[in-house]
């Protein structure tokens, strides 16, 4: 199956489709005539016109004032990625690396940047074939675009670098060669349009938007599972309280419960209790808020991602060149921090459920054993997920607030999108292995509910899971447990 690059709108939907399918990226007959016309009209612009055009004619950043001779415009654009491949620090995940490929040719193929459609179509060899650059997570300041980590992913269309192809990290000139494929002689321009995007910042926004709404609906189904097993009221889940206030999301988690929790046995009996805890009787609140927020964040990266973020940016039919901002990570740096605090409300909410859990009331026993003190029983697990609770808050600290001048004051305002960007991916994470451990508990306590059981759909659940992870009589070596919730998480996703 194949996935046609065009200037039709690209869902976060269809790009999950095509990473998660493995579909090949074709490119449409009027994306390359767009690419082609753009192209040929920057040649002919230069041809006839004396005036410099930044970056095109002229040098980068501070260096604009300085203009270039035309016999070595192709050497100023390899420059250009040799020298602003500075990353450092950790590989950025191959899955990652895929979808900055991806949203890379969608950018370029609208004709507005000028490059040659050779270029546009190695780009597609490369995603086609798993033929993926070495980038590293570290070095850009999210304005201009993500120059250092799109330079990486470039230096391989001219056999520089290095790839991760057939299981392996190879020198990019060697796997260019095993496939026949000649190194691309950069034009004017190119090197810009390649350098100059929200590509990097984008990829992590995307995939961490795919992974916290499934954690969203985990959120739901294991909450439900924990109220259910810490015999919580469904009282404040009715319609009625949320449609007095009116949040979406607030009224979708309220009827998801219900839902879940509907021919609960466990539900029915009478309560002694009057009030649930916060982390229980809050839940619709809570998630319900996270909710809406991934909503506003899907709403901004679906704009980014069908959008034209390189610069200059060219109009052929205004015969126009624009030097302006488009690369500026503004909009995406604060959508990404704010998804960060909302995942990480999740899990923040998460660990308290299990706090509660194992806290020895409404007929439980302390941590969850029929014999503690002997045992410790579910005591640690609810300490390591407090610590990486602890940890995301840290890292819920927004980016997009700082900002620090480069090239000479040239570049003066920065978005810092991309440690946005990679510190979200922390918090998903993150939140993904707390639900794991609260997963863990929930299915722990209801079985100390037995005979009652939980609802059909709750049941259903804790069967499933009960063939990853058992329940635990005497105290054993915990971590492969948890280890294995969260496969069980990832595995259920997908």
Not at 455 to 461: C, D, G, Q
Request: aromatic fraction near 6%; charge should be negative; glycine fraction near 8%.
């Amino acid at each position: 199956m194949t996935h046609k690059i065009s200037a039709d709108h690209l869902s976060i939907e269809r790009v999950r489709e095509i990473i998660e399918k493995g579909l090949k990226l074709e490119l449409s007959a009027d994306a390359a005539k767009k690419i082609t016309r753009c192209r040929d009209y920057l040649d002919h612009k230069m041809a006839t016109q004396t005036e410099p055009i930044y970056g095109i004619t002229t040098g980068f950043g501070s260096l604009c004032n300085i203009s270039v001779g035309r016999d070595e415009l192709s050497q100023l654009q390899k420059n250009l990625v040799m020298s602003h491949a500075c990353g450092t620090g950790d590989r950025v995940p191959s899955e990652i690396v895929r979808l900055m490929l991806l949203l890379k040719i969608q950018s370029l193929s609208y004709g507005h940047s000028g490059v040659q459609l050779a270029t546009v179509l190695r780009l597609i060899d490369f995603f086609n074939e798993g033929v993926l650059p070495v980038v590293y997570e570290q070095g850009s300041l999210g304005a201009s675009g993500d120059l250092s980590p799109l330079a990486h992913m470039c230096l391989p269309l001219f056999g520089l670098g290095e790839v991760e192809h057939g299981g392996a990290t190879k020198p990019a000139a060697e796997v260019l060669a095993v496939k026949n494929w000649q190194p691309i002689e950069l034009q004017s321009k190119e090197g810009l349009a390649l350098l100059n995007g929200t590509q990097f910042m984008s990829a992590y926004g995307v995939w961490s938007l795919v992974k916290a709404r499934r954690l969203s609906e985990w959120a739901d189904t294991i909450g439900a599972m924990s109220l259910d097993a810490f015999d919580g009221r469904i009282e404040p889940f009715c319609d009625e309280v949320h449609l007095v206030r009116g949040h979406k999301g607030q009224l979708t988690t309220a009827r998801n419960f219900r839902r879940l929790l509907e021919g609960s046995e466990i539900l029915a009996r009478a309560k002694a209790h009057v009030q649930d805890p916060y982390s229980l009787r809050c839940i619709p609140q809570v998630h319900g808020a996270s909710k809406d927020t991934i909503d506003y964040v899907e709403s901004v990266l679906t704009t980014e991602i069908n959008a034209v973020t390189d610069n200059p940016t060219v109009f052929p039919d205004e015969d126009m060149v624009v030097s302006a901002g488009n690369f500026h990570g503004q909009p995406i740096a604060l959508a990404m921090d704010f998804l960060a605090i909302a995942v990480a409300e999740l899990g923040n909410i998460s660990e308290r459920r299990t706090y509660k859990l194992i806290s020895g009331t409404r007929g439980l026993p302390a941590f969850l054993v029929a014999k503690p003190g002997l045992n410790s029983g579910f005591m640690i697990p609810q300490y390591t997920a407090a610590s990486i609770v602890s940890q995301s808050k840290g890292l819920c600290w927004p980016a997009s607030c700082d900002s620090i001048p480069s090239s000479q004051g040239q570049e003066d305002h920065v978005s810092m999108g991309s440690n946005s960007a990679t510190k979200l991916r922390r918090v998903v994470l993150n939140t993904e292995r707390v639900l794991a451990i609260e997963l863990m508990n929930a299915a722990q306590a209801l079985e100390f509910r037995r005979p009652l059981h939980s609802s059909p759909a709750i049941e259903k659940i804790h069967a499933d899971y009960r063939r990853t992870v058992p329940f635990v009589d005497n105290d054993v070596v915990m971590y492969p447990h948890i280890e294995a919730s969260v496969k069980f998480l990832q595995d259920a996703a997908n």
